[in-house]
């Protein structure tokens, strides 16, 4: 690996030069000097995103004043094969204009050799952070990033903990980011839970999933909640159902062997599109608070019966994709990729039926889907609204119901499906609709959802962040159905690769209802 040829300066600099503006952008949330320490830092996640993501927040003067990262990892690296390494990341995945900022700051990224179980390692990495406050003004905080596989957490947690790395007192924090997958199961999330809180409190713990990090997904919050006219017609008596589609044109590629030991239930519904649920269908919270909204999405998980295991193959379908065409390529199907098994049972596509027993939902299904290999790739929340009570232009209005689209990603953006009369001498109704998109509204470049949830675990603000009994919650919802699956008869249906899913999916939908053709 090359020498890395970079300008030093202190971070101190390059946070505080960086952005004139800074302390109006930041709107008042600074973070405290801390150290960032990233488990498993020679992965792809530090080079794509962590790391990427931190020079955004560089480039707004959103990082503290006092600011160093060290790479825990086994493999046998310097300091300047990292930085080598970070400095590609930043070009290759950075938003414009960051490799500056890390060049300007290249120093304050170290590399710290050790295997996870290794209690040395740890010793020595304490004093390493002790000199690091002295060098970089990180003033004893401490944050811990957990970016290795999960057959590591464990050990890592442990020896944390017994070099006293977990503390959290005398006006200095220690915080751990979790990365997913959290479990596998409801049973193996609780032990992570026990091992997690036999070293930090929960205040100390930042479990992350990269959606609630998303402008749109945030916004569904601020489109509830900061307007009158959604929120009265947000109910059971109005809305007729929801739809959340998370829709990837990849394939598994070279994750097969992670993929098949988690499918798309684990990998996608559990965590994002469970997420996303909970934002749709919470009640307002009390405060916009970490405990104030996070209350309130554990009810609506509450709320969600498990299923029975000879009623799962009425309310869910799952499938895999089989070799298609893609942009005029050839695509494997599922089975032929690197890693995977021939007669791999694994679902690239799985679609729920899913009801929340509350005042407000009671009647109005929710429809969640998840897919690889689907015709492109689209992220989106439907409410369906239902028909009016009478209609009374009959027969020129097409069956379509209004529509609210929430348009996670690409194009980000609200959109509002409704009827208007065609000009003209007749009464013919035709739907038309209101559209706002982010990038013609407020332009620029949208931060990575990394950016935000990093700052917000430098801040100790994790209502971004997926507390305890929110993780085993939606579990337990979804071991229910893996359950099911499991005694089930049926294999898993097959769709062509491009394709959007299996046939029987459309069976889930009842009422005249239909899957958006996104
Ligand atoms: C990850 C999954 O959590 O989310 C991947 O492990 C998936 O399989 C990715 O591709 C999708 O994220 P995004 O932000 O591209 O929608």
Wanted: glycine share 10%.
């Amino acid at each position: 690996m090359a020498t890395c040829r970079l300008r030093m300066s202190t971070t101190k600099d390059a946070a505080v030069q960086a952005n004139p503006l800074g302390d109006e952008l930041r709107g008042g949330r600074t973070a405290k000097p801390c150290a960032l320490v990233i488990f498993g830092a020679t992965g792809d996640l530090t080079k794509r995103k962590l790391v990427p993501s931190l020079m955004g927040l560089a480039k707004d003067g959103l990082l503290p004043s006092g600011f160093a990262v060290v790479g825990f990892a086994r493999r046998d690296w310097t300091d300047d094969n990292f930085r080598q390494e970070l400095a590609e990341g930043v070009t290759q995945f950075g938003r414009s204009d960051t490799t500056a900022a890390f060049e300007a700051m290249a120093e304050a990224f170290t590399f710290h050799q050790s295997d996870f179980g290794d209690a040395a390692g740890y010793a020595s990495l304490k004093q390493k952070l002790d000199q690091i406050d002295r060098q970089h003004g990180t003033a004893g905080n401490r944050l811990f990033y957990l970016a290795t596989p999960p057959s590591a957490y464990s050990s890592i947690l442990q020896h944390l903990a017994a070099a006293g790395l977990s503390k959290d007192n005398d006006g200095k924090f220690a915080r751990i980011i979790v990365e997913k997958p959290f479990g596998r199961d409801l049973d193996s999330a609780v032990a992570l839970n026990e091992q997690l809180r036999a070293g930090f409190h929960e205040r100390q713990v930042f479990r992350i999933d990269h959606y609630l990090g998303k402008e749109t997904v945030q916004n569904i919050l601020a489109l509830r909640f900061a307007n009158g006219i959604f929120e009265p017609l947000w109910n059971e008596k109005f809305v007729d159902h929801v739809q959340i589609t998370v829709a990837e044109s990849i394939g598994v590629g070279s994750r097969g062997g992670y993929f098949e030991e988690s499918g798309i239930i684990r990998d996608m519904i559990q965590n994002h599109l469970m997420q996303v649920l909970t934002l749709v269908a919470m009640e307002p919270p009390a405060t916009i608070s970490a405990d104030g909204v996070r209350d309130e999405k554990v009810k609506v998980l509450k709320a969600i019966r498990s299923f029975q295991p000879a009623d799962v193959d009425r309310e869910t379908v799952r499938a895999q994709y089989t070799r298609g065409s893609f942009g005029g390529e050839d695509v494997k199907g599922y089975r032929e990729e690197q890693g995977v098994p021939a007669n791999s049972t694994t679902e690239t596509y799985a679609a729920v039926r899913l009801q929340v027993e509350n005042w407000r939902w009671s009647n109005t299904p929710f429809y969640l889907r998840a897919g690889k290999r689907m015709p492109r790739r689209v992220t989106e929340v439907a409410i369906h609204f239902k028909q009016p009570p009478h209609l009374l232009f009959q027969g020129s209005r097409p069956l379509q119901s209004n529509v609210l689209l929430l348009r996670i990603q690409p194009d980000e953006g609200v959109a509002l499906r409704f009827g208007a009369k065609v000009p003209g001498p007749d009464v013919r109704i035709r739907d038309v609709r209101m559209d706002f998109r982010y990038g013609t509204a407020f332009g620029g470049e949208t931060a990575d959802a990394y950016e935000r949830l990093l700052l917000d675990a430098m801040l100790g603000d994790g209502t971004l962040f997926a507390r305890r009994d929110e993780v085993e919650e939606a579990w337990r919802i979804v071991d229910s159905i893996v359950g099911g699956w499991k005694q089930s008869k049926q294999r898993p249906q097959e769709y062509v690769a491009g394709t959007w899913g299996p046939e029987q999916a459309d069976h889930l939908l009842t009422a005249g209802r239909e899957w958006r053709k996104p």
